[in-house]
């Protein structure tokens, strides 16, 4: 009757570890970072080689849009918070590529060792400022502000501050000292993880978009309030009433016209693919 019970006992105890060892390998996208680096790594060159590929975006972003047109071609598109978070991904072979906005790509780029940029890129995309469909003084006030910032070379010469080996940090934006701001305060979300548009840097949110924001409330005679939230909220914060504007590098698309409304744009952009750079 022991000896019973003791072989009972081990076989339980060794059906219990093979259940432990088979829970051990699942997880989300965060906890499966082994299991994706064990899988054949594929060498992308072009944008068709992104079907059947492991992708990286940033959630919610037009890499995102664009990448979810393969998953129909057996790609799986890995969807990150952050699009550091992508670029970490790929250094660590998780995936196969990351599709991301030109600018930021090349910011990532640079302080990643053993990453390019392909030279294909996607069609061009315009970057507007997303607003309420029900806030049409406000779009109307801004479309004019951005005029006057097209006309005079304020915008030209925010973007080149950060963009260019010749003119980054050349011409940094300062506002007018006689403005006057009693017309209240402009309220911005947006995402700090996309620069040179918009980034952390000594504590404060810094960017070519935070720039325009600036020169916007300048010419409207507000105050800027900067409201750092995640990408995939900027729209929702914007229809609900809590934030007045977005502005995050955002792309005008027919799926984002439904639910809410934008400005005239002020920058264009495009997406690119970025690859280990041993291939």
């Given amino acids: 009757m022991n000896k019973k019970i003791v072989s009972l006992t081990a076989a339980a105890v ?21 299991d994706n680096q064990d899988q ?44 550091a978070d992508a670029v970490q991904a790929l250094t660590q072979g998780k995936i196969d590529c990351v599709v991301i906005d030109q600018q ?21 995309e315009e970057y507007a400022i997303c607003i309420s469909k029900d806030n049409t003084e406000l779009k ?6 951005l005029a006057e910032l097209k006309a005079d070379g304020t915008i030209d010469s925010i973007i080149a501050n950060y963009i ?17 701001r009693d017309n209240g305060t402009l309220v911005v979300a947006t995402n ?3 620069e040179p548009y918009e980034y ?18 300048d010419k409207l005679g507000m105050e800027l309030q900067v409201d750092n939230i995640e990408f995939d909220a900027i729209i929702t914060a914007v229809q609900s009433g809590r934030a007045d504007i977005g502005i995050a590098g955002m ?18 952009s495009t997406q690119v693919i970025i690859v280990p750079d041993n291939q």
Avoid: H, W
């Avoid at 109307?140 to 502000?145: R, T, V």
């Avoid at 952390?200 to 409330?217: K, L």
């Avoid at 792309?251 to 264009?268: C, G, H, K, M, P």
């Fill in 14 to 34: 060794l059906a219990l570890s093979a259940v432990l060892a088979g829970c051990s390998g699942g997880g989300d996208t965060a906890d499966t970072g082994a």
């Fill in 40 to 83: 054949t790594t594929k060498t992308i060159t072009s944008e068709a080689d992104l079907a059947g590929a492991r992708i990286g975006v940033q959630l919610g972003t037009t890499g995102d849009i664009l990448a979810s047109d393969y998953e129909a071609e057996g790609a799986t598109v890995e969807r990150y918070t952050k699009g």
């Fill in 104 to 124: 930021p790509a090349e910011a990532f780029v640079a302080v990643n060792d053993g990453l390019k940029i392909l030279d294909q890129t996607f069609e061009p």
């Fill in 140 to 145: 109307d006030q801004i479309n004019g502000a």
């Fill in 164 to 180: 260019g080996d010749d003119t980054k940090g050349q011409s940094p934006y300062e506002s007018p000292a006689d403005v006057s």
């Fill in 192 to 194: 700090a993880t996309f």
């Fill in 200 to 217: 952390m840097e000594n504590g404060e949110v810094v960017g070519i978009d935070i720039d325009i924001a600036q020169a916007i409330c």
């Fill in 251 to 268: 792309t005008v698309t027919e799926d984002r016209l439904q639910s809410i409304d934008f400005t005239d744009t002020y920058a264009t």
